[in-house]
């Protein structure tokens, strides 16, 4: 590895630990600033020997950090390989554009980070396969194994820097797709190289030959392929009727409470007592047919707004009320004063018990009223019950 | 995406492996530059 892709990757592996980092406040503008200016860095380094290379000069940044004497007898001394130049170019402005993102929700930075990696990877499969064309272009330098296993790890680094965004939000996500492409992904990445390393090391073993080297390797890739898709499908399968179900389970749920409620509504509006709920900052939610009778204000009147009650004491007694239901207590028997639509003093007694809602608390109240007036409408149920 | 979709601990996960990747890189070109400068 020359110094410069040495420098050049530590100001990478720099910018991309800046972007990635836990600083906060004013620390993150600095790491911001710090990450864009190593990128850029060796963007310029990338270009520069690019250019270089095609104009077939030398500017003096090849030796600028330190005298190559050991020659390799490919290149100039101390310049990097051309394959390299250009991932250093490529890279360095993917990690220049890693916070950017389209209208569409996708990340430059992303698509950019592939070039690198296939990049990378031919160079890491021409070592492999020994095929030294993937890695040195024509009599220039090559790329050395582990500057290609550096930019790989780089570029996949850069691809899922922000996993929740972009190409990576499926990858990452707990949906079908996101769970399919988990399980194809790796084996469509790694079971052709891994297969075609074995086929031509058996070839080279003088166990096969090229023919029949060959046709075994389709048939073992497909072998595979075929068996991890199918088992995937058979996952994912497994998984959406197993979601089915639970959504079904919840829809019979969810009938089975509208049924509920639909049978309490009804109870409430046959009773033949005033019944009524308030909701949080004590507005009435439900006014039942008894209470639209004691008091001659109908449901649509009354919704939403305050209890009608008769200006002087009951407005404390009132208030005391609403007070010990947001309090969780009960309230048992007490006796206000209320206002009818005409404008008659309609006296009742309360009971009411205040609804508590799982970790929301105090969630409203439900009050049940019987008119004690002289000249109440109803008969007293709840004498004529206890006698 | 909604928080029922996202895998957190594959994102986590990721956010550490770039993290991971970093770090990497930053050694290895720092230790051949050190070999550099040793000669």
């Avoid at chain 1, 930019?151 to 850069?158: A, T």
Wanted: hydrophobic share 50%; charged share 15%.
């Amino acid at each position: 590895m020359k110094p410069n892709t040495a420098a050049c990757l530590a100001l990478c592996g720099s910018s991309l630990w800046c972007w990635c980092g836990d600083a906060s406040g004013k620390f993150r503008g600095h790491a911001t600033f710090a990450a864009k200016c190593f990128a850029l860095l060796a963007v310029f380094v990338g270009l520069a020997t690019l250019a270089e290379y095609m104009s077939h000069s030398n500017f003096g940044i090849d030796q600028l950090l330190f005298v190559d004497r050991l020659g390799d007898g490919h290149s100039l001394p101390g310049r990097m390989a051309p394959n390299t130049a250009l991932c250093f170019a490529v890279l360095g402005l993917a990690l220049v554009l890693i916070p950017k993102e389209t209208k569409g929700g996708h990340r430059p930075a992303q698509l950019i980070s592939l070039i690198p990696a296939f990049i990378s990877l031919m160079a890491i499969l021409g070592y492999l396969y020994s095929a030294i064309s993937l890695y040195r272009i024509e009599s220039f330098t090559g790329m050395a194994v582990h500057t290609a296993t550096a930019f790989f790890l780089l570029s996949l680094g850069v691809f899922f820097s922000v996993p929740e965004r972009g190409l990576t939000a499926v990858i990452s996500s707990n949906s079908l797709g996101g769970i399919l492409l988990r399980r194809l992904l790796p084996t469509a990445s790694l079971v052709p190289i891994v297969v075609g390393w074995l086929r031509m090391e058996g070839q080279k073993a003088g166990w096969y030959g090229t023919e029949f080297g060959l046709a075994m390797m389709v048939t073992v890739d497909v072998a595979i392929f075929v068996a991890v898709i199918y088992q995937s499908g058979a996952e994912i399968d497994r998984i959406a009727t197993a979601r089915h179900e639970s959504e079904l389970a919840m829809r019979t749920d969810q009938d089975g409470l509208l049924a509920m409620n639909y049978t309490f509504e009804s109870v409430i509006d046959a009773c033949p007592f005033s019944i009524i709920t308030l909701a949080r900052q004590a507005r009435v939610q439900v006014w039942n047919r008894a209470a639209e009778k004691m008091l001659g204000w109908s449901w649509l009147q009354i919704r939403g707004r305050a209890i009608p009650i008769e200006r002087g004491n009951s407005n404390a007694e009132l208030g005391s009320i609403l007070e010990s239901l947001t309090g969780g207590d009960s309230v048992d028997g007490v006796q206000i004063v209320l206002l009818s639509s005409d404008d008659r003093a309609v006296t009742v007694t309360v009971w009411a018990a205040p609804i508590v809602v799982g970790s929301r608390g105090f969630s409203g109240a439900v009050l049940v009223l019987q008119n004690v007036s002289p000249a109440g409408q109803f008969p007293n149920y709840i004498e004529k019950v206890h006698s | 995406m909604t928080d029922l979709v996202r895998n957190s601990a594959l994102i986590s996960g990721l956010k550490k492996f770039t993290l991971g990747v970093s770090v990497l890189s930053v050694s290895l070109g720092l230790l051949v530059l050190v070999g550099w400068a040793l000669g």
